[in-house]
T-cell receptor
Framework: DGGITQSPKYLFRKEGQNVTLSCEQN?????MYWYRQDPGQGLRLIYY???????QKGDIAEGYSVSREKKESFPLTVTSAQKNPTAFYLC?????????????FGEGSRLTVL | AQSVTQLGSHVSVSEGALVLLRCNYS??????LFWYVQYPNQGLQLLLK??????LVKGINGFEAEFKKSETSFHLTKPSAHMSDAAEYFC????????????FGTGTRLQVTL
């Protein structure tokens, strides 16, 4: 079945540590996205990529980094510079020039900083 | 620029009652509009979408929404709520002709009681 796989589903980290969240898709989508979800704030865009080896900052990119070395993969690193990293992180993908902009989401990764 | 406002962060209905979740949007270009549903600790799933054409859109699980340009609204309805409808619902907008960048509302949590 085609879809988006995020791992790990739950992750605990000590303050000052970097952590990388994995996102893999087999939908042959060109565009991939990372969103952060906090209670009462909806989804906020961290980074997105429309093509391999290129990505753009979203609304809350500070303290995060990404790479897009393969079409299928878009890992997110939460660095120690992120002041409040505890959140639910969602990866999504879409066809690049989709008429409708419909996104397909993974199951999410919940990061807790101890 | 585009934005979405969802009125009511929490809505409670009795099983069998009408569900009405409100969404108003702003967009500088003709909008594409979406409703997504999220069950606890999961990703988002598309319920329905409006692109062009018929303004009354039917989605999965008996939900529908009507695009009203004059009111800049896209409210989600279901005639009869079921316990399984309890979830968080997100309205989203993208601008037609843009590269798949959605703006999400802050979400409405639907509670269904016996």
């Amino acid at each position: 079945d085609g879809g988006i796989t995020q791992s790990p589903k739950y992750l605990f980290r000590k303050e000052g540590q970097n952590v990388t969240l994995s996102c893999e898709q087999n939908l042959n989508h060109d565009a991939m996205y990372w969103y952060r979800q906090d209670p009462g704030q909806g989804l906020r865009l961290i980074y997105y990529s429309q093509i391999v080896n290129d990505f753009q900052k979203g609304d809350i990119a500070e303290g995060y980094s990404v790479s897009r070395e393969k079409k299928e993969s878009f890992p997110l690193t939460v660095t120690s510079a992120q002041k409040n990293p505890t959140a639910f992180y969602l990866c999504a993908s879409s066809m690049l020039l989709a008429e409708t902009g419909e996104l397909f989401f993974g199951e999410g990764s919940r990061l807790t900083v101890l | 620029a585009q934005s979405v406002t969802q009125l009511g962060s929490h809505v409670s209905v009795s099983e069998g009652a009408l569900v009405l979740l409100r969404c108003n949007y702003s967009s500088s270009v003709p909008p594409y509009l979406f409703w997504y549903v999220q069950y606890p600790n999961q990703g988002l799933q598309l319920l329905l979408k409006y692109t062009t054409g018929a303004t009354l859109v039917k989605g999965i699980n008996g939900f529908e929404a009507e695009f009203k340009k004059s009111e800049t609204s896209f409210h989600l309805t279901k005639p009869s709520a079921h316990m399984s409808d309890a979830a968080e619902y997100f309205c989203a907008v993208s601008g037609s002709g843009t590269a798949s960048k959605l703006t999400f509302g802050t979400g409405t949590r639907l509670q269904v009681t016996l």
